[in-house]
């Protein structure tokens, strides 16, 4: 009886705390909502501007910013509009220089960041002095802080300040801890108080800066901008007094540099073209003070020359009914369409102007343009948006990527298009749309978590400069279109005509046949003809396509609209010759306009009506009801915190009722056991993620179904599952995303970390009540995956993935090391010849069958992560599981109750460790740290295998190269990359097996050898190019450390030459020439920053799903590590260092650049360096006593 009374009254205070919080927080939103109300009518009652602005809030804080004497205007956190999860707090004030300020007070932070924008892009520059801005940005940093490094000046080690500039503006930031956030403001300050500009050219800034206009060179918008200005300003065409790639900024131009970086600062850097944003943990008064103190002294000197804008006159005008022709390095084919708005020079982003031309071209959902020609295999992606591309001009912009080697039919596209601009003039807004819209947005920024610092910053930045809205609604500016204007839709709209457009066309090379004819794209030892218009019309000319000559354009029509495989040459008037290519004055890219042939124009105006976008190419407008069904609702839950992820089922046994308790142990699911759960570290983010890994248990066949165990079959197949899930709800995704809700599907291989077993990763991001609709979608679609699948999207996805294979890891630099490391090691032939033999033998069936065991066989496991109970968290994984459609038999409940570790056990292994923590104590202060030997943890252990090999997954493994005997060096054949100018190499050494304790030893090494050795070695050898050095773990199981060498000077043989000296000398005795003090104070700054990573919650997050993926599951790892190296003496560090080199293993892999010529590389093939062996893919199937780490019992292999 006393026990049923409990409860009961449990239950009531219950009930009274959850009605207590929904109406606080209902009370709190009508609140926020009624006072927002009030406040827009008083201020639309104002009339507001800024003086009016000044009056009102000068009335309303007089008391709270008298005291500072150049504040002109202040607005304060009370009046901003903000989402109710965030703690931190805001204030505007515009200085007596018009200077605007935003401040922002996280008191979560131990870190100052800072960004000033100054509207002065590299957009104003004198079109005879390309780049001067850029030089002046630099000069002012790196003149004011002489000394310092020049990429990222680091003030004595602990402020990094950065720059960067773009089209319109130049952007300056500051990261600092906070203690010193009033010395660096000064600092900072000074900069744009009193420029230290000098007369002289610094060469190595110089080459700093044309590397980073080349990188700007690349861009689209900024060679087409660069255009529009040389045909248009008419003394830009007849001379060029300096090229990016030869910036001509010196002393011999005759002009003197100096005064033409102050006349360019008096012009451009005034303090009313500036906003300035700072983020700290410092209140918002002593910020206000600090800043109005300091930032108050820059001075507003001329007046900025900005030129009058008249939309009529848009620059771009010249160009309509026009094609630009660029070279690019782009693998897909891309065509962009361009069309100048006459009458609006920029729409501001608060308007939405997007809205319905995303929704009904860009976006991925069923009924767009996209979604038709995606499922055609017509393009790969298209894009829509605004530019504001020349002072002010804008135009309407749609990017296409076409699929590479694949039929590219333009014309039917360009159709689809105007097709959908027809439709949308002939339909009335939708307004319930607009109307739905406004509401998600406004959940979204209601809910919305907190940006990181310089995310903030940015962001609030980013709202002053593109939406027309008052400073206290910068955070909100972005979420909250409620200016839709029918109006401005309905003009852009008039502007969008075949008329009006003008096409830039990428293309990689030109072979000429003859003058007249010529190809596109790539295609190895083939030369095709390609027609011209003037071969597919004839003599069909300008005059002879008009009203009057109605034959003949009819006959036109007929002709285009039976084309199936349109290709780029036949938009040209006419032919595409070389001498119709000329050089850019400022980018110095490559570039030919030709006029649109008339034809072309004239079919897309006569093929059209208001019927043919829904009816051609089934554009139809979204589904009002998913929108509607997208409330976000959403309590924040008091969860106890917790530091670490449990196991789902110990969380559910800590804190569910005794009913819950039953209900676990009756499931018939048992799945809880490899779920891990984590309440969100930040009470007030309702958000909530879910990682679930599905992966194959591996055997030979389950009944009548058998599936492929070969490693590169199953590669492919996962690729080819993960395409096609994502393309399957590229639909509900279109409306998910509007309540902040995403997943995203990613193939899980071995390839990546060998412990883990083939299978595929969905993740969840959002709100539980979307995430519990969407998670049984996810789990249908599996269910019903061969529906889906067919011949068609089949064979694309295989030729996806060989272009990822065979493209991605060669054209990133930074990520070719490590593919040729993984081949090697692997004993991978990852030949383009080898992936698609082995591509070719993946059948629609293997795939069909894999799904089909993934589904009703797979192993699930992973992690729920933020504001979600474990009760709650219990049915996701029950509603995904059941929805699958499979139920856990009778031995694997067993299994998991016997794999269940209960806490008593848990406590007498905590006491244990304990006790063995305090005898390792005693030892070492009794003895001292003799020498590091750790035990390896079971999943890395070494088997040996006489015969390893690659191809199947029962004897899939990584060769153990610590385990050989032999001492000897292994240099991989070297390859070339076509998209990259030096020559580099990496010598990745071998040091000793991974564990958490080795692998902070790690760290400490490779911060004491960069910190003191690197520049020294750079010095003796005169070598002045990149070198860097860096820790990795490999595949898991080996700690490697990877010393890399690039430069254009240096030839691959001296680059391995200093590989060696820095190895022989540096690593093995220069390493221990460190003294006590390098070693403490090295020391220091590793548990430092090992510490800060701690405290960051996406490192920590990242570190937790890495340790679910790995199977290691030791996620207080980094707490671990703090407390052993505290504990790591002087000798002992030395004592480590000095046993690793004996064992330790040398692999050497090499890039040609693109400069080298084809005899000079055949002739360095035959290079080897003196004392290693050459060796190639499969080397080590050979060798006798070969010992591999074997996943076996991770792939649970029968």
């Given amino acids: 009886m006393f026990l049923f009374v409990l409860k009961a009254v449990y239950i009531c205070l219950f009930l009274l705390f959850e009605l207590f919080y929904s109406c606080k927080y209902s009370v709190y939103s009508s609140g926020l909502l009624l006072y927002e109300n009030s406040y827009i009518k008083l201020r639309n009652n104002l009339n507001y501007t800024n003086e009016t602005s000044y009056l009102y809030e000068k009335v309303n804080n007089e008391s709270s910013y008298s005291e500072f004497e150049n504040v002109m205007e202040m607005i304060d956190d009370e009046l901003f509009e903000k989402p109710i999860t965030t703690k931190r707090k805001y204030r505007f004030v515009r200085l007596n220089n018009d200077l605007k300020v935003f401040m922002v007070q996280d008191k979560d932070t131990t870190l100052s960041f800072g960004s000033l924008i100054v509207m002065a892009g590299f957009e104003f520059e004198p079109h005879n002095l390309p780049g001067l801005s850029r030089f002046l940005q630099y000069s002012i940093i790196l003149n004011s802080f002489k000394g310092y490094s020049k990429e990222d000046v680091i003030i004595n080690n602990t402020v990094n300040i950065s720059t960067k500039t773009e089209r319109e503006k130049v952007r300056y930031n500051f990261l600092v801890s906070s203690e010193k956030t009033e010395e660096t403001l000064r600092l900072f300050s000074g900069i744009f108080v009193n420029p230290n500009i000098v007369n002289e050219v610094d060469d190595e800034l110089v080459a700093l800066l044309n590397t980073e206009m080349d990188d700007t060179a690349n861009s689209d918008l900024i060679r087409l901008v660069e255009v529009i200005k040389e045909l248009s300003i008419k003394e830009s065409i007849h001379h060029s007094d300096s090229n990016i790639n030869n910036l001509n900024i010196t002393s011999d131009l005759g002009y003197n540099l100096r005064e033409k970086m102050l006349e360019y600062f008096r012009m451009h850097y005034n303090a009313r073209n500036m906003t300035f944003v700072l983020l700290s943990n410092?209140?918002?008064?002593?910020?206000?003070?600090?800043?109005?103190?300091?930032?108050?002294?820059?001075?507003?000197?001329?007046?900025?020359?900005?030129?009058?804008?008249?939309?009529?006159?848009?620059?771009?005008?010249?160009?309509?009914?026009?094609?630009?022709?660029?070279?690019?390095?782009?693998?897909?084919?891309?065509?962009?369409?361009?069309?100048?708005?006459?009458?609006?020079?920029?729409?501001?982003?608060?308007?939405?102007?997007?809205?319905?031309?995303?929704?009904?071209?860009?976006?991925?959902?069923?009924?767009?343009?996209?979604?038709?020609?995606?499922?055609?295999?017509?393009?790969?992606?298209?894009?829509?948006?605004?530019?504001?591309?020349?002072?002010?001009?804008?135009?309407?912009?749609?990017?296409?990527?076409?699929f590479k080697d694949y039929k590219i039919n333009i014309l039917k596209v360009l159709r689809g298009i105007f097709s959908v601009f027809e439709m949308m003039r002939n339909t009335d807004v939708d307004f319930e749309l607009i109307e739905l819209t406004k509401k998600l947005d406004y959940d979204r920024f209601k809910y919305k978590e907190d940006y990181y610092s310089f995310d903030e910053c940015f962001s609030i930045q980013n709202s002053v400069e593109s939406y027309n809205c008052a400073p206290e609604k910068v955070l909100s500016a972005q979420f909250k279109h409620s200016d839709f204007n029918v109006e401005l839709q309905k003009n852009i709209l008039s502007d969008l005509t075949p008329e009006n457009m003008l096409l830039i066309l990428h293309i990689q090379s030109i072979s000429y046949m003859n003058n007249n004819y010529f190809f596109l794209r790539k295609k190895p030892n083939i030369y095709i003809n390609k027609p011209t218009i003037s071969d597919v019309f004839g003599d069909c000319g300008e005059s002879e396509i008009t009203e009057n000559n109605s034959t003949k354009s009819v006959a036109c029509n007929n002709i285009l609209s039976d084309l199936d495989n349109f290709d780029y040459n036949l938009l040209f008037y006419q032919s595409l010759l070389k001498e119709d290519f000329t050089s850019s004055n400022s980018t110095g890219a490559l570039y030919a306009i030709k006029t649109i042939h008339p034809c072309i124009i004239n079919f897309l105006k006569k093929m059209l009506n208001s019927t043919t976008a829904f009816t051609d190419f089934e554009v139809s407008k979204p589904d009002l009801k998913l929108f509607s069904n997208l409330k976000i609702f959403s309590s924040l839950h008091k969860i106890e915190p917790q530091n670490v992820p449990i196991r789902l089922s110990e969380a559910i046994m800590k804190s569910g009722s005794e009913q819950d308790i039953k209900f676990l142990s009756e499931d018939i699911v048992k799945d809880y056991q490899r779920f891990f759960y984590l309440p969100s570290h930040f009470q007030t983010n309702p958000r909530t993620n879910v990682l679930i890994y599905l992966k194959l248990p591996f055997k030979k066949s389950f009944g009548n179904v058998i599936i492929p165990l070969h490693t590169k079959k199953l590669d492919i197949i996962f690729f080819i599952i993960v395409f096609i899930l994502t393309k399957l709800l590229d639909d509900i995704n279109f409306y998910l995303e509007g309540s902040l809700t995403y997943v995203s599907f990613n193939k899980v291989s071995p390839f990546e970390t060998p412990s883990t077993a083939f299978g595929i990763s969905i993740e969840i991001s959002g709100y539980v009540n979307h995430i519990i609709s969407y998670i049984s979608i996810i789990a249908q679609k599996l269910v019903n995956f061969t529906d889906y699948i067919n011949n068609?999207?089949?064979?694309?996805?295989?030729?996806?993935?060989?272009?990822?294979?065979?493209?991605?890891?060669?054209?990133?630099?930074?990520?070719?090391?490590?593919?040729?490391?993984?081949?090697?090691?692997?004993?991978?032939?990852?030949?383009?010849?080898?992936?698609?033999?082995?591509?070719?033998?993946?059948?629609?069936?293997?795939?069909?069958?894999?799904?089909?065991?993934?589904?009703?066989?797979?192993?699930?496991?992973?992690?729920?992560?933020?504001?979600?109970?474990?009760?709650?968290?219990?049915?996701?994984?029950?509603?995904?599981?059941?929805?699958?459609?499979?139920?856990?038999?009778?031995?694997?409940?067993?299994?998991?109750?016997?794999?269940?570790?209960?806490?008593?056990?848990?406590?007498?292994?905590?006491?244990?460790?304990?006790?063995?923590?305090?005898?390792?104590?005693?030892?070492?202060?009794?003895?001292?740290?003799?020498?590091?030997?750790?035990?390896?943890?079971?999943?890395?252990?070494?088997?040996?295998?006489?015969?390893?090999?690659?191809?199947?997954?029962?004897?899939?493994?990584?060769?153990?190269?610590?385990?050989?005997?032999?001492?000897?060096?292994?240099?991989?054949?070297?390859?070339?990359?076509?998209?990259?100018?030096?020559?580099?190499?990496?010598?990745?050494?071998?040091?000793?097996?991974?564990?958490?304790?080795?692998?902070?030893?790690?760290?400490?090494?490779?911060?004491?050898?960069?910190?003191?050795?690197?520049?020294?070695?750079?010095?003796?050898?005169?070598?002045?190019?990149?070198?860097?050095?860096?820790?990795?773990?490999?595949?898991?199981?080996?700690?490697?450390?990877?010393?890399?060498?690039?430069?254009?000077?240096?030839?691959?043989?001296?680059?391995?030459?200093?590989?060696?000296?820095?190895?022989?000398?540096?690593?093995?005795?220069?390493?221990?020439?460190?003294?006590?003090?390098?070693?403490?104070?090295?020391?220091?700054?590793?548990?430092?920053?090992?510490?800060?990573?701690?405290?960051?919650?996406?490192?920590?997050?990242?570190?937790?799903?890495?340790?679910?993926?790995?199977?290691?599951?030791?996620?207080?790892?980094?707490?671990?590590?703090?407390?052993?190296?505290?504990?790591?003496?002087?000798?002992?560090?030395?004592?480590?260092?000095?046993?690793?080199?004996?064992?330790?293993?040398?692999?050497?892999?090499?890039?040609?650049?693109?400069?080298?010529?084809?005899?000079?590389?055949?002739?360095?093939?035959?290079?080897?360096?003196?004392?290693?062996?050459?060796?190639?893919?499969?080397?080590?199937?050979?060798?006798?006593?070969?010992?591999?780490?074997?996943?076996?019992?991770?792939?649970?292999?029968?």
């Fill in 282 to 402: 410092i209140s918002l008064d002593e910020q206000t003070r600090m800043i109005e103190k300091l930032f108050s002294r820059i001075e507003n000197h001329l007046e900025s020359n900005y030129y009058h804008i008249d939309p009529t006159k848009n620059p771009l005008l010249s160009l309509i009914q026009k094609n630009v022709i660029f070279y690019s390095n782009d693998e897909l084919p891309k065509l962009k369409i361009l069309f100048p708005l006459r009458q609006y020079v920029s729409p501001y982003k608060s308007s939405n102007p997007e809205l319905f031309f995303n929704s009904f071209i860009s976006s991925k959902r069923k009924g767009s343009l996209y979604y038709f020609l995606s499922n055609k295999e017509l393009v790969a992606d298209i894009k829509v948006g605004f530019i504001n591309y020349l002072r002010g001009y804008s135009a309407l912009y749609i990017e296409i990527v076409f």
């Fill in 792 to 1198: 068609s999207n089949f064979k694309l996805a295989k030729r996806i993935y060989f272009n990822k294979r065979k493209n991605d890891p060669r054209n990133k630099f930074s990520d070719q090391f490590s593919y040729m490391e993984r081949n090697f090691l692997f004993n991978q032939d990852a030949s383009d010849a080898s992936i698609m033999r082995v591509m070719n033998e993946v059948t629609l069936e293997d795939v069909v069958n894999v799904s089909n065991v993934l589904v009703y066989y797979g192993r699930m496991e992973g992690w729920i992560f933020g504001n979600v109970t474990p009760v709650k968290s219990r049915e996701l994984i029950l509603i995904f599981t059941i929805n699958l459609g499979r139920y856990q038999v009778k031995n694997d409940r067993k299994k998991d109750k016997n794999s269940s570790t209960s806490p008593p056990v848990n406590l007498v292994s905590n006491f244990i460790k304990s006790v063995k923590s305090i005898i390792k104590s005693l030892f070492n202060n009794l003895f001292g740290d003799i020498c590091f030997n750790f035990n390896i943890p079971t999943h890395l252990s070494s088997n040996i295998q006489k015969r390893t090999t690659s191809n199947s997954v029962s004897e899939f493994g990584v060769v153990d190269l610590l385990s050989l005997e032999e001492n000897n060096f292994y240099y991989h054949e070297v390859s070339r990359n076509p998209n990259v100018a030096d020559n580099s190499v990496m010598l990745s050494i071998v040091v000793d097996y991974y564990t958490k304790e080795t692998d902070i030893l790690a760290d400490l090494f490779v911060f004491i050898m960069s910190r003191y050795y690197l520049e020294e070695f750079k010095s003796i050898y005169n070598y002045n190019d990149f070198i860097s050095i860096e820790k990795r773990i490999l595949f898991d199981r080996m700690l490697t450390i990877r010393v890399k060498f690039e430069s254009p000077n240096y030839e691959i043989q001296s680059l391995v030459n200093f590989a060696n000296e820095f190895f022989n000398i540096w690593f093995n005795s220069k390493i221990l020439s460190f003294t006590d003090l390098m070693f403490q104070d090295s020391k220091k700054v590793v548990l430092k920053n090992l510490s800060e990573e701690i405290s960051d919650i996406s490192i920590m997050l990242r570190d937790f799903k890495s340790e679910i993926y790995s199977k290691r599951y030791d996620f207080d790892k980094k707490h671990t590590q703090i407390e052993f190296l505290s504990d790591v003496s002087y000798s002992g560090f030395r004592r480590w260092c000095k046993k690793l080199w004996p064992n330790s293993k040398k692999m050497l892999f090499g890039i040609y650049s693109q400069k080298i010529s084809e005899g000079g590389y055949n002739e360095l093939q035959k290079y080897v360096p003196e004392g290693y062996i050459k060796v190639k893919t499969g080397y080590f199937l050979n060798q006798n006593n070969i010992k591999s780490f074997n996943p076996t019992t991770a792939y649970n292999v029968d």
